[in-house]
Structures are given as C-alpha cells and as structure tokens.
C-alpha cells in the first residue's frame, strides 16, 4: 500500500474512532441545565411587589439561599394557577412559599421550610357565624385562591367551584369579599390574614374571627421552596445544604423576626 493511502486510511480511522468516542460521551453526559427560572405569587407579607421590587420574608430568605449557593435567576411574580403550572411543566423552574401537600409531594423537588404559617377557615367576626367544622362549612360560600394549597385542599375534601367556592387570583380579593358579605368564609394563612388587613386599614383581631384551624394543609409547618422534576440534582441539592446554612448561621431568624415585627 502507498505511503499517501496508508495515511489517508489511519486518518479516516480515526476520524471515525473520535466521532463514534464524541458521541458516547454526548450520550453519558447529563443535559445541559437552562437558565434558572424563579416564580412566585402576590402573598404578602411572604412576598410581595413594593414600587417595582419583589420582596417579602420569604423572598429575603430564597435571595439569601440562592447567593450561598451561587446560583443567580431573576424572581418573576405572576398569578399563583400559571406560576404552578410552569413550574410542574418546565424544567429548571424554583417555585417559592408552597405548601407541601401530600398531592403535591411527588410533583416538585422540595428543598424546605423557608416561613412559618397555619391555615384557618376565617369568618367576619362581626358577623359572628357559627361554623366550628369543616363539614359545617359547607352550607357556606367560601373566598379561595385559584389553584393555591388551601383551594386544592378545600376541592378533595368535596367543595367545588361555583357551589360553595368563590375563586380569585389575589388574597387581598378574598378578605374585601368577606369583609363586604360576599362570601361566608376564608380560606388563607394567619401571617397573610393578618397583614392584608393591617395594610387595608383593619385590626384583624376585631374584623377576622379564626372559624375552623387546618392542620392538616400541609405535611411541613411553613411555606417551603421547591424545584420542579426537570432542574438538575446539583442544583437541587446545593440549595438544599444553601438553606441549612442559612438556618444555622441566624440569617434565617434574623430575617424572620424583621417581617413578624412588620406584621404586627
């Protein structure tokens, strides 16, 4: 065989051996994660839009798990039913103060408690309804969050929309609605109640009557930040140990005692 062809065959050969090994490696390889999305809703005081900016308690304490564990995204606030959607859709999508719910326990990746809340069935305490269970509740028209955990709750133990279900897109719709008698009940979490009343001019402790405590919402006693199935494990798994570190080292409790005196 010529000089000339025994090169240009060694070099054909390994130009195949390179594509087929650059192929192998493509396929071992994990994918390739996209920008990190980060969503949340209108729930103050855990976060909240303030003259252009996303803050809030929970907001402060995802910011400060986010830089500990060097990953950066910009947060976007949006309806709480579209925010739930993208992020059991989308891949490397950060959800934030979400109730982990047992139908919720398989559908994201939970990184942990990020706020304290208890839920309640609130009635108007001028009012002074007598509604002392759930099942009680149900000869009452009850103000909801479309697609929220107390909503979700509230539809498998057998309410439905449109019969004793009123569903809005913002908490602060569901307190004017009982405040006005336009519903009976509602649903929502004692920090939230509390602060849309106070920012409305109220004293929750005169207009707000706590009717049926929820216990059962949740599996966790706090709103939790949770990953959907799509986003790397790495990333899950830094802003797993990015939030104990938050939680030794006082910047979770500094945080917390901030927002709870802001509440008061």
């Known amino acids: 065989m010529p000089a000339s062809l025994r090169t240009r065959t060694t070099a054909l050969a390994l130009g195949v051996v390179v594509s087929v090994a650059a192929a192998l490696l493509a396929l071992a390889a994990p994918a390739q994660a996209g920008p990190l999305r980060v969503l949340t809703e209108e729930l103050p005081p855990f976060n909240m839009t303030d003259g252009g900016e996303v803050t809030g308690m929970s907001t402060e ?17 949006m309806p709480w039913a579209r ?4 992020a059991l859709h989308q891949d490397n999508v950060l959800i934030y103060s979400i109730a982990r719910t047992p139908e919720r326990e398989t559908r994201f990746n939970w990184v942990g408690i990020i706020a304290p809340t208890r839920w309640s069935l609130y009635s108007r305490a001028s009012r002074g309804l007598q509604v002392d269970s759930l099942e009680a509740a149900r000869a009452y028209q009850i103000g909801t969050v479309n697609e929220d955990a107390g909503e979700q709750y509230l539809k498998q133990k057998g309410f439905s929309l449109g019969h004793g279900l009123q569903s809005s897109i913002r908490y602060e719709l ?26 409305l001019g109220d004293d929750p402790e005169k207009t707000l009557r706590v009717s049926v405590p929820l216990t059962d919402i949740s599996q966790g006693e706090g ?42």
């Open 61 to 77: 304490v995802v910011r400060a798990v986010l830089a500990e564990a060097g990953l950066s995204a910009r947060i976007e606030v």
């Open 83 to 86: 925010a739930y959607d993208l």
């Open 174 to 199: 569901g307190y004017q609605k009982l405040m006005q008698g336009h519903v009976d009940l509602w649903i929502a979490n004692d920090l939230n109640a509390d602060y849309i009343a106070r920012r």
């Open 223 to 264: 709103l939790e930040m949770a990953f959907s199935l799509g986003t790397p494990a790495e990333t899950v798994e830094r802003a797993r140990a990015a939030l104990a570190t938050v939680r030794a080292n006082g910047i979770y409790d500094a945080i917390a005692r901030k927002w709870n005196a802001h509440a008061q």
